[in-house]
Structure formats: C-alpha cells, structure tokens
C-alpha cells in the first residue's frame, strides 16, 4: 500500500484554543485520516487562541483536502490558510543565474565587460577552440526537451515540461558542479527540434535530450550527434540503461548468477527499453526476449517493417524466435526488466520466473508489479520509487557522466563510455546485497568515480571490468 510522502506535504495554519491537549487533537485528528505529522510549530499565542503550523504528508491532493477538513472539524479550531509545500518550492523557479567575477568597480567592468571582452570575442573568433577554454561552454550543458514526454504523465508540451528541466539542471549542480539550463522547445517537429538545437550549440559543452518521446527521439538524437561537434545524451535512454546494467551488475552478484547464465525479459521497447537491451547485449546474456503491448519482438511479427527500432530488437534478441505474451515470456526467466506500464502481471507470473530471479519493476510511480509482491518470489527486486529499497535513480548516472564528459573535452559519446560509467556504479557497492545493489543518490563517490571512469574510457576507448 502506499504511503504519504513528501511529494505531497501541506502546512496547515490553525487557530485553536489554548488547551493542554491542543496539539494532542490536532496530531491525533491528521493520524485518524491517514497523514503523517512532520512538523509542528507554534507562531502565535494569546489568552483564548493558539495558532500553530502543522505540517504533514498525504498521499496526493485529495488526502491533503481531507486532512485539512479533520482539522477543520475539531472543536473551537480554524484552518487560517494551508500552503502546499512542493508549490512553495517552486515559486519563481528553482535555479539562477549568479556571476562568478566581482563587478564593484569601473576596472571590474573594463575586463568582464567592454573594452576588454573585445579581445576575448577576437581570440575566439582567430580559434573557435577558445571557446570551450574562455566561456561557459567549459561547464555548460543544455537541458533540452519539447514536452512530448513529460515523466509518465505523456504530452504535456513545452510550459509544463521547465519544472522538470528546473529540477534537471538544479541536480547536475549539486551532485556535480555541472552548469546546465533548461531549453524547453514549443515545437515537436522533428526538423524543427534538430535545427534550433544546431543553432544554440555554440553556448554549450553538451546537450542532454529530455522527455522527448519514441520514436522520434532516435532520430533526434542520431543526426544532432552526427552534425554536432558536442556530446548528445538523451537521459531517458542512455541514463536509465547506465543504472540498470550497474544495478543488474550488483544483482546478479547477489544470486550467484552470470550474464551468460540468464534468459532476461525486457517489458517496455521504446527509449529506454531499447537503451537497455543494446547497451546489455555485449554483457552477453544467455537470451534476451523484448516485449512491448504487441507481446515478444520476434522477425515474424507483423509490422516490424514500420518500425526501424523493432526491426532491430527482432534482429539481435530472441535467439530462439519465441512469440507470445509477456507472461510466457517470463517463464524459466532469470531477469525481469520492466520500464513499460503498471500493474502488468502478479503472483503467477512471479512465480514461474526461474530460481533465485531479479525483478526490476521500474514503471513510475506505479510499477509493472506490486513490489511486495515481488519480494515475496524474487531475490532481488527493484523500482523506480523512493519508498522501496535498491532505487533505480538516473541521478546516479547523468551527473558524473557529463562531469567526465566535459573534463574530457568529448566531442561524442561512445558505448565504452555508457558501459564504464554502469560499472563505476557498480563498484561504489563493493559488498552488495538483495536491499542494497545500488549506492545512494547522496553518495559523493557516486558522481566522482562516474566523472572518472567517462574520462578514462574517453582518453582510452577501454572500459574497466
């Protein structure tokens, strides 16, 4: 069942009267219609009032509106004003802009500014490589989107998408120094998205396609990497597949298996899905099936010819050419990975996967599989939620990945470079085990040992085992 987290946390303003058992009603009145106080703090008090800021957890806006009426109906208490706290968060926007020279004096705006940002526009224009030692493009990336795909809530375009780019860039500076900025793009052409993205390149050292959806995404992403002198990354592929395989790395060390021992089932083939599979297939899995709405991807599906990316997955996965559903698919399956749809299959399932198997359910919020369910059938089981252990997270991935990218000064991004950066992951948990196959997101290491491998795999085209 889920619980109430800090995605949907309230701070009610209450009047109530100046009783011993005050705050007692108030905490017990949240607790009787499922909230979880997480603060409560007296602002204000007089002879026949208390006012107090009771902050709690709810399960989403609904419960929020419960909890707000059981307060209201407490005997003598008035809701002066409730103030949602992941709103407040984003009032005006989640990031800035702030210099990083003193600009105190006419000298100080001399050298940052004119006359003497003239020689610095002349030196780059004699070598355009300046560009990347005497501007921000040296730690500057590009959050890019057309809000085609916005988390698991679908097409939701370019306005709605920038608290999502918001958050992005906020990330990349925290966990690694990286200045990023959102672009959200009012067009889903795909014409349209390649060109403007050529035409602001010069400002940055690397672009990082977000939320677009499949299949345009491919394309998107293969023809900006051609025509570009900059590394393209679309996080919703590349990201998601870097955590899965170090994750799958640690998991299949908790049950004692290998690569080539597993017959692994990949639910969902669109940009994440088909991320996975073409960044595991050199692992050299014993058998690989793909499964999307249509059932497992095999050569003699109708209507392969269509799609380029199926046509691909029919011809490098299925060595048996198996066809069916995803609940035959599973069968004698060592590996379930799941980046589709909720609710997709149960006990039955679960239970005709092999001994000792790993369960990736990563469908957010709500995965393919109720995980408790898994954990009761699976040795290792994962999703893409906070609230259960081994948490598949891409910020464990893109942070350090463009950290090394940039220090490196790439030009593009290779498979040798997605792979060691997975295995640093790995790596950051060297004793792993069923609740703890991949490391924290507020693990410091994290973001360094990634930015390490990216620049030693960039300098040596070697990935480190």
Known sequence: MPVPGPGYT??????????????????????RVGGVVTAFDVVDAGADHIVIDISCNALNEEHAQEITEALAALPGVEVRKVSDRTFLVHLGGKIEVTPKVSLRTRDDLSRSYTPGVARICRAIAANPEDARRLTIKRNTVAVVTDGSAVLGLG???????????????????????????PVCLDTQDTEQIIETVRAIAPVYGGINLEDIAAPRCFEIEARLREMLDIPVFHDDQHG?????????????????????DCKIVVCGVGAAGSAIIRLMLPEGPGD?????????????????ESDPN???????????????????????????????????????????MASDSVVFALANPDPEVDPALAQQHAAVVATGRSDYPNQINNVLAFPG?????????????????????????????????????????????VATEVARAVREAAATGRVES
């Open 310 to 352: 199926l046509t691909w997955m029919a011809e490098h996965t299925n060595a048996e050419h198996q066809s069916g559903t995803l609940a035959e698919a599973m069968v004698d399956a060592d590996v379930f990975i799941g980046v589709s749809a909720p609710n997709l299959f149960g006990e039955k399932e679960l239970a005709s």
């Open 240 to 260: 998601t597949a870097i955590v899965v395989l170090g994750a799958l790395r640690n998991a299949l060390k908790v049950v004692g298996k290998s690569f080539a």
């Open 288 to 304: 690989l099936l793909a499964v999307d709405v249509n059932g497992i991807v095999h050569p003699g599906r109708d209507g392969l």
């Open 10 to 31: 309230i701070t009610a303003r209450v009047s109530a009267p100046p009783s011993a058992s005050a705050a007692g009603d108030l905490a017990a009145a949240v607790g």
């Open 401 to 445: 990945f463009f950290r090394g990218l940039l220090d490196a000064q790439a030009r593009t991004i290779t498979d040798e470079m997605l792979r060691a950066a997975a295995a640093a992951i790995a790596k950051v948990v060297p004793e792993p085990n069923p609740s703890f196959i991949v490391p924290s997101v507020f693990d410091a290491a």
């Open 155 to 181: 097409n939701l375009g370019a306005a709605a998408a920038l608290p999502v780019m918001e958050g992005k860039a906020a990330l990349f500076k925290r966990f690694a120094g990286v200045d990023a900025w």
